[in-house]
């Protein structure tokens, strides 16, 4: 019922290619997250379900029927905006309604409706307040309060926390996994925030100049990053990039020390190591050598930032108490199954590479 | 050394109230020559421009002229009617084009504004003759309803360019979610995005109202006729070749400020914040 399926979808402005052949079929109750950068083509691709925006090639199917041409009001989609866009005339009572009073429904469905709205986001209080009295994260309530309303199949998230402040985003989004969760309904989240991305979603889409990086699980991208890209935008702090030559099972990073690798692996590589990967030993032992630049304390955990030999430098995850100094040598060993291979030019994961380990993501800092 | 800087702090004030005192002097003294005038009889008019009237020179023999000779209250609604509709349709029109430009991408969206913006760039009055010629073959010569449609054509550019720019910054969010919620195009603009732009009517309403209350030039080319003459056309009828009732001229010139004075109260708040905002932006 709430099937959502895009078939071949392009968009084009002029010469522009903002957004490259997107396929995408999403299950009844799934809650997709578009990630990526900004100008990834992410919020197009939302506004072109939506139907704000024609797309240059494709179709859109919500619930086995083809909207293409349908206008946004009659796709049975809702969408959540990033800065609310609650109208400003309006009680919190006429923003809720507003929308089915256009489409003719009749009054006791849609005292119904709100009554639903009111009871599941506590809407209670603000009924007759207009949308200037309310605080950022009582408006963002609204907003969802205005798309449940309309039962759609698919909701739409724009970016909807982006707007609130770091201790409000937290809990809006524990509420949106909740009214996930007791709603069962499909919903598509586009945000650039790889947290929010990997904390909610069913299945994650990563985007990247138009084009479809990855799809899938949360773990999935973490544990086999389908390329460069995708790797160092999954994951905080990012992924470990190392330039380095394959050859014969044996990997060999630019003056700092050779490491067991894939057979499948030739040539010129790039080595992708998480923070979590590394084992840290003093000076002289066999791995990589590298001297302690710097060290961020966390509390629970702490990240030490390590310059190899040939200048880079990498992100290590350790103890809160390492005791290690700055300007110390020390010596990199990588714990088993914890590298990645991608190819150097053409950035795509090398086949056959191991696992990532299956330790949960200690390294992740929200 | 906070105290000299809080000393400098006010002379500069000072000094720019000083100069912003100077320049509201300047722009009322001929209004308030106008005013002051009005009540004097012609003999201190002209003995005594600058003097105010006294207890023995004041009197209301201009206003008497005026009220009993011309058909002032005739002039007045002749004014009304062509200033109003004339608004009207300027902010009508003026928001629909300006939410055109301003809301959707289409070939000849930026020739269309640098069109109308060349509109407020080239006096209309240089069409004069052909617009003449127009509402002659049109049969518009001497009716109101051809100064509306001049005064509508000359608002207009102005209307377009100020309100397509307030419109863009209404939040593209809004009127999607308008769009999702199933309104119309038309009800966006009209219930949605007139509201938030408020301030920019009065803007406009207070810019283009003022010359069209004034103008001189239009009605004494299309409208000079009895019937359709406006308040300033009608003032001018007690100024001869020969001899002028300076006292009914002065009179009507008063009363003519009254209703400009009204509007412009109403749409005062709104168009200081108007100017603001464009001006803080």
């Not at chain 1, 190899?308 to 990588?334: F, S, Y």
Request: with cysteine.
């Amino acid at each position: 019922m709430g099937k959502l399926v895009l078939e071949g979808i392009s968009k084009r402005f002029g010469a522009v290619e903002v957004l490259k052949t997107v396929d995408l079929d999403v299950a009844d109750g799934e809650f997709i997250v578009i990630v990526g950068p900004s100008g990834c083509g992410k919020s197009t691709l939302l506004r072109i379900i939506a139907g704000l925006s024609d797309q240059s090639t494709g179709k859109v199917l919500i619930g086995g029927r083809d909207v293409s041409s349908q206008p946004p009001s009659k796709r049975g989609i809702a969408m959540v905006f990033q800065s609310y866009a609650l109208y400003p005339h309006l009680t919190v009572e006429g923003n809720l309604t507003l929308g089915l009073k256009q489409a003719r429904t009749a009054a006791s469905l849609i005292a119904e409706r709100v009554a639903e709205a009111v009871r599941i986001l506590a809407l209670e209080p603000f009924l007759k307040r207009r949308p200037g009295e309310l605080s950022g994260g009582q408006r963002q309530r609204v907003a969802i309060g205005r798309a449940i309303v309309r039962h759609p199949e698919v909701f739409l998230f724009d970016e909807p926390l982006s707007n609130l402040d770091a201790a409000l985003r937290n809990q809006v989004r524990a509420e949106i996994a909740d009214l996930h969760r007791r709603l069962g309904a499909t919903m598509v989240y586009v945000t650039h925030d790889q947290v929010e991305a990997m904390t909610l979603a069913d299945r994650i889409i990563v985007m990247n100049g138009g084009i479809v990086q990855q799809i899938g699980t949360p773990s999935e991208l973490y544990r086999r990053p389908a390329n460069a890209f995708v790797a160092t935008f999954i994951g905080s702090p990012g992924m470990n990039m190392v330039p380095g030559t394959a050859g014969g099972g044996v990997l060999t990073l630019a003056g700092s020390g050779r490491l067991p690798c894939s057979a499948a692996a030739n040539g010129a590589v790039t080595a992708g190591i998480r923070p979590n990967g590394f084992e840290v030993l003093p000076g002289g032992n066999d791995g990589l050598a590298g001297t302690v630049i710097a060290s961020e304390y966390l509390g629970a955990e702490s990240f030490l930032r390590v310059r190899l030999a040939d200048g880079t430098v990498v992100t290590v995850h350790e103890h809160p108490d390492h005791g290690w100094l700055i300007d110390q040598p020390v010596t990199l060993r990588l714990r088993p199954g914890n590298l990645h291979l991608f190819d150097a030019e053409s950035g795509l994961r090398i086949a056959e590479g191991p696992d990532a380990a299956a330790q949960p993501a200690a390294a992740r800092v929200a | 050394m906070t105290q000299g800087i809080a000393r400098r702090f006010q002379i500069s004030t000072l000094a720019a109230h000083l100069v912003l005192i100077g320049f509201t002097l300047l722009a009322l003294a001929p209004t308030l020559l106008v005013i002051m005038n009005s009540f004097k009889p012609r003999k201190e008019i002209f003995g005594a421009p600058l003097a105010l009237p006294s207890f023995e020179t004041i009197t209301l023999i201009g206003y008497d002229t005026v009220l009993k000779r011309g058909d002032i209250l005739h002039y007045f609604q002749n004014s009304l009617i062509v200033t109003v509709c004339a608004l009207f349709f300027i902010i009508l029109f003026g928001a629909m084009a300006a939410f055109a430009l301003s809301e959707y991408r289409f070939p000849g969206n930026r020739l269309i504004g640098l069109f109308l913006v060349m509109g407020i760039m080239v006096p209309i009055r240089l069409g004069t003759v052909g617009i003449l010629k127009l509402m002659v073959s049109l049969g518009l010569a001497n009716t109101l309803f051809a100064l509306i449609l001049v005064y509508t054509a000359q608002g207009l550019p102005m209307a377009v360019f100020v309100m397509s720019e307030f419109m863009r910054q209404v939040s593209d969010d809004l009127k999607n979610a308008a769009r999702v919620d199933g309104l119309s195009e038309y009800t966006i603009l009209f219930r949605l995005v007139l509201p938030v732009v408020r301030p920019a009517i009065a803007t406009i309403a207070v810019f283009t109202m003022v010359p069209i209350w004034n103008d001189l030039w239009f009605p004494l080319v299309l409208a000079p006729g009895e019937s359709t003459r406006t308040m300033t056309l009608g003032a001018q009828s007690f100024i001869g070749q020969f001899i002028t009732d300076w006292n009914a001229v002065l009179a009507a010139l008063t009363l003519a400020i009254v209703p400009m004075l009204i509007l412009y109260l109403m749409f005062s708040r709104q168009l200081i914040r108007g100017i603001t905002a464009g001006a803080v932006k």
